[in-house]
Nanobody, 126 residues
Framework: QVQLVESGGGLVQAGGSLRLSCAAS??????????MGWFRQAPGKEREFVAA????????DYADSVKGRFTISRDNAKNTVYLQMNSLNPEDTAVYYC?????????????????WGQGTQVPVSS
């Protein structure tokens, strides 16, 4: 049974930073075989793509709204993917979800990602 467990969320002031982590287990293939991504869902809005990283960490993709502020990375030895978030603003307030997909491509569309975590809340105060 695939499990993706996010951690690191919490209240942060505008301009602050936060690092989210997502630990994976129960995958049918090695963690390094999966593309990993982060999505977020703000109150009353659709879940949207934030960032994704290829299995080798050689390729990343970001939503325009977070480029230059957020960085996605992974540690295949720890079966973990990270999202470093800097210069946070109230518009970043959302529940952040970790996602995984096999094979390795990184479509920025939630329907192409079959595995999901339970989400972690990130409220950003002004």
């Amino acid at each position: 049974q695939v499990q993706l467990v996010e951690s690191g969320g919490g209240l942060v002031q505008a301009g602050g930073s936060l690092r989210l982590s997502c630990a994976a287990s129960g995958l049918a293939f090695s963690f390094s075989s999966y593309g990993m991504g982060w999505f977020r869902q703000a109150p009353g809005k659709e879940r949207e793509f934030v960032a994704a990283v290829s299995r080798s960490d050689a390729s990343t993709d970001y939503a325009d709204s977070v480029k230059g502020r957020f960085t996605i990375s992974r540690d295949n030895a720890k079966n973990t993917v990270y999202l470093q978030m800097n210069s946070l603003n109230p518009e970043d307030t959302a529940v952040y979800y970790c996602a995984a997909r096999f094979p390795n491509s990184l479509p920025p569309v939630r329907t192409y990602w079959p595995y999901w975590g339970q989400g972690t809340q990130v409220p950003v105060s002004s």
